[in-house]
């Protein structure tokens, strides 16, 4: 059954999200209030890079399912179902997160919603705030009860995200057990195709959908942690990170996946997530119930200036050399350079005297903003030539693929740090490089 929604926020979470519902058959459109980002998207444009997005947003802009508007009112008075994608982003200054836009969409929609309606939240927010929400929908429409609030967290994965709107591998919709309305009824007509095909469908309370997404974060992180943790300690005792988590990763309790020791993870969710849940348990009085998040955070960052460490064994002295950093995104298959580790790993090399030159398959124009100091190139030739060292940053599959050969000629001194521990080692130490990976035997 078709439904009329309405996503609030167009960013990588809203607009994948709209564009999602559109192709699952529902009439749709999008909100934001910045008229050049809703010009774009109603243009077919995606303002950012995620693999299979663009193509699903020209099918359906051109459609008719899917459009985009700054006016709120217009929106409030299309659609039945309301979807809130917009950021909270970590406050200056502080772990805690920043609600300034999500408090934004529900003070100006609700006081539109003139009959029954049902906004379902997507935002990771602090647990407790769809409570207040719901309780501010309550008291600013017109409807009054009749305008429900939930909370539906997204799990999104940058690279995947389409294949993870369109075919989920879970689905969480928390409500009030007090007043749980017809949300659950809402969301089951939403998600009718997944649900069709098994996709768990999971009902909790308001307060467990908030914490779902924060703690798979927080998990996540913890393990990226853990496995750089070891790696330091594998560089103490000669042993190879790679091999002890092939290891150990045959263990089905543990698993192989996020077990890659490296620069540590980044981007827009995973880094303030976890800061913003610590900040959220001092204020519920079980702060030390998350101060192991703290190490896992630091441990994180230790991993980038182990990164310029490494360098200056490799190159005695930084000032004057010549640094070919091939990553600027936080992952592959995206754009994004939010606390990016490999533009950060990037620019304290340049702050430390060298001369560095970025390549990036998709950031290079995001990265420029940041660190506009620094030389961006379009390919790994441009980005290796005269070269003293090289670093491999982030794991693109074209970076994984170079021939240690070809490449070896570009370069002025065949010297290589594996910042993803991505490169086939042996096959880059054959070719004549001194190589060094994170928490691996060096050449």
Known sequence: MSERISVFGTGYLGATHAAGMAELGHEVIGVDIDPEKVARLSNGEVPFFEPGLPELLRKHVDSGRLR???D????????????????????K???AADMTFVDAVIETLAPLLTRPATILGKSTVPVGTAARLAARVRELAPVGDDAQLGWNPEFLREGFAVEDTLRPDRLVVGVDPANPGRIEEVARRVYAEAIERDTPFLVTDLATAELVKVSANAFLATKISFINAIAEVCEATGADVVDLADAIGHDARIGRKFLGAGLGFGGG????????FMARAGELGVDQALTFLREVDGVNMRRREHVISLAGELMGDLPGTRV??????????SDDIRDSPALDVAGKLHLQGATVTVHDPEANANAKKVWPTLTYVDNVEDACRDADLVVVATEWTQFRELDPTAVKDMVKHARVIDGRNCLPAQAWIDAGWTYRGMGRLAS
Do not use: M, S
């Open 93 to 95: 200054g502080e772990y």
């Open 68 to 70: 985009f508007t700054t």
């Open 324 to 333: 070919a950093v091939l990553g600027a995104a936080f992952k592959p298959n």
């Open 72 to 91: 709120a009112r217009e929106a409030a008075e299309f659609a039945d179902v309301h979807f809130i994608g917009v950021g909270t982003p970590q406050k």
């Open 269 to 276: 969710c995973l880094p303030k997530d976890i800061r913003a």
